[in-house]
Each structure stands twice: as C-alpha cells, then as structure tokens.
C-alpha cells in the first residue's frame, strides 16, 4: 500500500502530558475524581481502551459500549484528548478458546497460551479477521467522537511477540520468500545452500528457523526477520486500511518501541506508513548507564521520524515492575527524564498509567496517581511536569539540530548479533551506543539515522560497527567523504552485504578502499584480555591483522597478540576525512578521541563539557539538563521559560534541575 498522501497536523497543541487510561479498573465515581485530577495535573491526552476488547466485546460479536461512552463523555466534558486506542490488543478468552490456532509458538514449537497478553500470531488470518471487525466497530460508533483526535493501532506490536514459528506463520514465511526470491534457485544463491547439504528444490520445504541441532543458515534467519518485522507492520496495516476507510481524517499510528535493547522490528519500514511516530520507553535500571541509552532510543526515534517532532506515548513515572529490581525515581528525575525526550525531539510526554491498579500484573507500576492516592509527593511531582510542559509548549514543532550522524540499520543488527560469529563479545549496538554517549557527553548533538539517509549536512559521520552495509551505502560514504565529510568507522563494519555474503579481498570490504587499510584476519580478545595502545590508551574485545595501505596510523599495540599492528587509522580524502578504529577502546580512550574528532570537523559542542550536563538545541530552543552534582553555567542569551529569567549572556543550571531556553541568537 502507498504511503497516506495526506499530510496530519500534529494531534495535540503545545507539549501535551498524557497518559494510558484504563477505567475498566475501576468504578464510575472513580473515573469523575480521575477526570478532576487530570484536570489539576494538567493531563491533555490519555490512551484509552488499549486491552479493552474483552469488556467492549464480552462474547462473540456482542458488545457492550455503554461504559465506554460514558468515560469518553467524562473525558470530553473535561477537556482531555483522546488517542483512541482500537482495543485488539490482547484476545479475550472466548475467542482464544473457539480459536486455539491463532496462539502464537516459539522456536522450540511451544504454544504460548493466554492468560497475560498479547497471545496471537501476527499472520494469523482467524485472529485478523475478529480484530478487524472490532475494529470496524470502534471506527464507526467513535471515529467522530469530539474527543477523538488519533487512533492507536493494538500495542507495541511485537513486544510479547516478536517471532512466530506456528504452521501459519510457516506459509506465510514461505509466501514472502517467494515473493522476494522468485525462484527457488535465488534463495538457495542467497542462503548459501550449498553449504551443510541445505539445497531446497521448492519452496514448500522451507520452514521458520526452528530449534536446530547446530547453527541455523544465518541469511535464514536474517530472512525470518525480515519478514517477522513485516508480518507484524502487514498486521498494522490491515487496522489502518479499516480507519483509513471509516475515519480517513484522523491520524492512524501505534506504539514503537525504539531503543537498542529490541531489535524486532525495522522501525525505519516502519515509520514511513504511520501518520506519526510515536514512542514508548522506560529506563532500564540493568543497564550501566540507562539515561545514556534513553538519550541514544531518543535520538533513533528521531532517526526513524525523519527528523519531525513525535510522540513519547508511554515512559514510567517512577519505578516499572518488570526489572528483578525496580528503583524508583528521585526527586527531580521526573522532570528532567521527561525533558531530555523533549529535548530530543518529542512533542507529548506520555505515560503508563494513569492511576496505578490495585490488582493484576502491572500493580507495582508506577502511575500519576499511586496507590497512596493524589496527596503524595508522586501526583504532586507529576503535576508539576504538567505545569513545566505547558510553560515550555511554544517548543513544539521545533527541529532538533545535530551536527553528528551515527548510522545504524537493523539489517545489520540482526545479522551482526548472530551466532557463529568471530566474538560473542561484538553486539551491533553497544559501539553505537558508545560513540553516541561520548558525543553527547561532550555537548554535541547527535542524529541516529539509517545509512541511506542524506549525510551532507553533518560534519561527523560515525559508523559503528556496522556489520552488514549495502554497495549503496558504502558509495553514499565515499561521496560524503569527498565532499568535505569526516566519518569514522569501527571495526567489524562493512563485512557482508545484504544477504550476509562476507565481501571477499580483505576486511572491511565495503569501506576498505575509503579508509586505505585492509585486514587480513580478525584477532578477537577473549573475555578480560586487554591490550594497551603507544597513546597510553586499553582496549579491549577485538583486534584485527590491520595493514594501513593507504592511511596514516595515529596508535598502534603494544602488546596483545598483534604488537606493533595499527589500531587507529586516519586518510585524507577528498576534501575530507576517513578514520578506521579497529579495536574496542576503553571510555577515556573513547572520549578522548570523541574531542579530537568533533574538533577536527567543527562540530557544536560545548567549551567545557561537564558530567552529567547535556545541552541540546531545537530551532530557537536551547535545554540544558544538568544530572551532575555540580552547578553548570552555559553560553546563552534569552528567556529561561521554565524559571523566567531572562539571561544576558549564560545560563546558571544548579545540580539536578534544568533549564528550557527561547534563545535570541
Ligand atoms: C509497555 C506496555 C504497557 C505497560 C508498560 C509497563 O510495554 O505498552 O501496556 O505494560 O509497558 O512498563
């Protein structure tokens, strides 16, 4: 199906805070304090009846509205916007026990049964076919309800679900084949078949990438998820043909899940067949640094909106409830976790939930309102938020400047995390990750985009660890290159092509060439080897037999099984600069070579970077967001629109809070 031609406004004005609401959990009288208390939060959206169906529909094609019209009615009576969700998220029981075929199956061939959510496989046509008319229904009875303003397709399709390995997916797997490959002969050149005694003679014998005794094929693999990203988004489109039908003037989306934690879905298919990108994310508390990753998923969903504003829909108050351990936030962290989103792109600050339940799986999860009720400092803090969004709403529109790309592609993720590779120790996101928290940490800016997207108006291209990388994209570099572009590529990069074919004459195939070096052999370190650089610098994780052809070697080991081999390579080309890291440096290393790099290439940064502070600019709008526990002061001249201050020339920001600027440079 084509792209919608119909341009949509952006649903909600200024920075609207909202959240999921399900009243199903409740009485009546509590829905009128819920709608009071929205009001004194200063709530302007919620999500209504994402996992209502088996209340909206209680037996097969009976369906009881009556409750839901009256919250809708409350809703609008109290000025709150409503994303409507189309409520086929989860199945209710009576359609999974008439129908045990659409449960979804994993790899090793078990069902996965009801009784959480989100039990259905996304190729199933019985399933499509219930949800669809449910869908109908929604759209007829409140497609022009006056609080209406968006629909919201199911829910983070693919959270529970990601790959499904039932019969039906099966065919559906081997329709898609057939139409990428044609002929039988094509996917046995593209799998490699002739390896392992794996030829296949028609497509009916191919199956999903099910429990094997060894390794499966990996262009296998990266073929299934290929195609169990598409099913799912062939899924999202089914719905969306339905509304586009019934209500072809609001908005259709649903919920991504953009960060670098699950590489389900190719978000950048994706965006282009949704009216606009919307976002969920909570902070993982298992992670090293989990705000530095929420910064990364920000500025990836900004990547995958092609650099439009979108819509944090769903992110936690406080604590989730699904980690082992579930801190909770501090005082303060609310605010600037919800501006760093903002700072980096988003235009709404949504939440799960609005009142934390009192039963069911979700009741640890924070919410706006918690279970201590509205007099607690939680409600007091999210009202507050509230206040913030609406002083800071004239942001809304703004474009986030970025003088740094970093260039990512779930191709090559899936096919670089893989098993059967050279080191389990080289994960597609972590240099991603790392180049993208060095960059930020130094005040610059960085857009996390997709290796086809327009490079000329960066000045620094990073690209890390980019395994799998098309001719197109390697030839897009080069010209970047030439033009004046500096880029820097880590090791691992550019080693197969689209079909996970190793590009053969020396490592790294694609950009070989561009970077003047060629390798011969990967050397990978095991776990807590290190080597040491001439610079003094350690790294860890990899090194390669790097021959430095046609380039200049800024560090070389030490020691290590490759003493004296370059690790740090710098070419001139064109009017430009090509440098190839091949190894894993430590973060003072990485931080260091951050410096040089954006300096060289004129990048926007701060002076003075300090720990913690981060500064992002959108159109006229400067953030400063200060987690350190220093005091910071930034070059600025203007109106602080969270304080009123008007600044002549630098911005104080005390330790722990944040400052919104409408610049007059
Ligand atoms: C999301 C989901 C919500 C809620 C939330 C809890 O993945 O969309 O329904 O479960 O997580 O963090």
Redesign the pocket.
């Known amino acids: 199906m084509p792209a919608r031609p119909k341009a949509f406004e952006f649903p909600f004005s200024g920075v609207a805070m909202g959240c ?1 609401y399900n009243p199903e959990q409740w009485d009546p009288d509590v829905w009128r304090e819920d709608v009071a208390l929205m009001r004194e939060a200063r709530v302007g959206f919620v999500t209504l009846g ?2 209502s169906w088996a209340l909206l529909e209680p037996t097969e094609d009976e369906y009881d509205f009556a409750w839901f019209d009256e919250v809708l009615g409350l809703l609008h009576e109290g000025g709150i916007a409503v994303d409507l969700a189309t409520a086929t ?1 989860s199945p209710p029981p009576w359609l999974t026990k008439a129908h045990p075929e659409i449960l979804p199956v994993d790899a090793e061939g078990r069902t996965l049964w009801p009784g959480s ?1 989100q039990s259905w496989c996304p190729s199933s046509p019985v399933f499509r076919e219930h949800a669809l008319q449910l869908v109908g229904e929604m759209a007829r009875r409140y497609g022009s309800h006056p609080a209406v303003r968006m629909w919201h397709v199911s ?2 399709l693919g ?1 529970h679900i990601v790959r499904c390995y039932c019969d039906e997916s099966a065919a559906a797997f081997r329709r898609w084949l057939t139409g990428r490959y044609g002929a039988i002969a094509n996917l046995n050149e593209a799998w490699g078949t002739a390896f392992w005694s794996q030829r296949y003679s028609s497509f009916d014998e191919v199956l999903p990438p099910r429990l094997t005794p060894s390794f499966s094929n990996p262009t296998h693999e990266l073929d299934f998820s290929r195609f169990s990203s598409e099913a799912l988004l062939d899924y999202y489109r089914a719905e969306r043909t339905v509304l586009r039908t019934l209500t072809p003037d609001l908005p259709v989306t649903t ?1 991504l ?1 953009v960060n670098p934690r699950q590489s389900g879905q190719d978000y950048f298919r994706w965006a282009p067949e949704l009216d606009l990108v919307a976002q ?1 994310h ?1 902070l993982d508390a298992r992670l090293p640094r989990p705000r530095a990753e929420q910064a990364f998923s920000d500025d990836l969903t900004r990547g995958v909106a092609g650099g439009k504003p979108w819509m944090l829909m ?1 992110s ?1 108050t406080s604590a ?3 980690q082992p351990v579930n801190p909770a936030k501090k005082p303060g962290e609310l605010l600037l976790d919800s501006l760093r989103h903002v700072a980096r792109g988003a235009d709404t600050v949504g939440f ?2 609005w009142r934390a339940s009192k039963a069911g799986a ?1 009741k640890y ?1 924070s919410a706006l309102v918690p279970h201590a009720g509205p007099d607690s400092a939680r409600f007091r803090e999210v009202a507050a938020l509230g206040d913030a969004l609406l002083k800071i709403g004239e942001v809304a529109g703004s474009p986030v400047e970025a003088d740094v790309a970093l260039l990512v592609d779930w191709e090559s993720w899936w096919a670089c995390d893989l098993g059967s590779h050279p080191s389990c120790q080289v994960r597609a996101m972590d240099a991603a990750l790392r180049w993208h928290r060095a960059v930020t940490e130094l005040g610059a800016t960085a857009d996390v985009v997709h290796p086809s997207a327009d490079l000329s108006g960066y000045r620094l291209v990073v690209v890390p660890t980019l395994y799998l990388c098309t001719d197109a994209a390697a030839e897009a570099l080069e010209a970047y290159v030439r033009g004046g572009g500096h880029v820097l590529v880590t090791y691992f990069s550019g080693i197969v092509d689209e079909r996970d074919h190793v590009r053969l004459g020396g490592y790294p195939g694609a950009f070989r060439e561009l970077l003047g070096v060629r390798t011969e052999e990967f050397a990978p370190l095991r776990a807590g080897e290190t080597v040491t650089l001439d610079d003094g610098s350690t790294a860890d994780v990899w090194t390669e037999v790097l021959e430095a052809r046609d380039a200049e070697v800024i560090a070389r080991y030490t020691d290590g099984p490759l003493p004296g081999t370059p690790a740090l390579t710098r070419r001139a080309v064109g009017d430009g600069v090509a440098w190839y890291l091949a190894t894993w440096l430590d973060d003072d290393a990485t931080a260091a070579l951050a410096e040089r790099l954006t300096r060289e290439a004129g990048v926007s940064r701060l002076d003075a970077p300090q720990p913690g502070l981060e500064v992002v600019r959108r159109g006229r709008y400067l953030f400063v967001l200060n987690r350190g526990d220093q005091a910071a002061t930034v070059p600025a001249r203007g109106t602080d629109l969270l304080s009123g201050d008007v600044l002549d020339g630098e911005v104080e920001v005390a330790a722990g809070t944040a400052a919104v600027v409408r610049t007059e440079d």
């Open positions: 999921d994402v996992f998220a959510r829910n983070e959270c919920n899940m969920d909570y769903e936690a989730v409830n699904w799960f939930q979700e999860h």
